[in-house]
Nanobody, 114 residues
Framework: QVQLVESGGGLAQPGGSLKLSCAAS????????MNWYRQAPGKERELVAR??????AEYAESVKGRFTISIDSTRNTYLRMYSLNAEDAATYYC?????????WGKGTLVTVSS
């Protein structure tokens, strides 16, 4: 079992930045990769960024060059978000991939407004 807790959400101004954190606990060494998803009201959940346990990162086109995902040795995962705009406002979820099982956190809300 893996437990995930997101934090760091809040209010940012357009053009501003936030850092999201995902604290992993439990069977962390069964985690092969960590993902950040987001879901805005009325929209489907979408993959924002992915990082393997070895640190290989991938990004959605909409956030490339603005967001950075990272992972540490205990599988805590971070999403640094820069140049935020209204389209980035959503609830952000982290997700852990293990062999055959995917775990989700409960999410953290990001609001972008002046």
């Amino acid at each position: 079992q893996v437990q995930l807790v997101e934090s760091g959400g809040g209010l940012a101004q357009p053009g501003g930045s936030l850092k999201l954190s995902c604290a992993a606990s439990g069977s962390i060494f069964t985690i092969n990769a960590m993902n950040w998803y987001r879901q805005a009201p009325g929209k489907e959940r979408e993959l924002v960024a992915r990082v393997t346990s070895y640190g290989r990162a991938e990004y959605a086109e909409s956030v490339k060059g603005r967001f950075t995902i990272s992972i540490d040795s205990t599988r805590n995962t971070y999403l640094r978000m820069y140049s935020l705009n209204a389209e980035d406002a959503a609830t952000y979820y982290c997700n852990a991939e293990t062999e055959g099982v995917i775990y989700w956190g409960k999410g953290t809300l990001v609001t972008v407004s002046s």
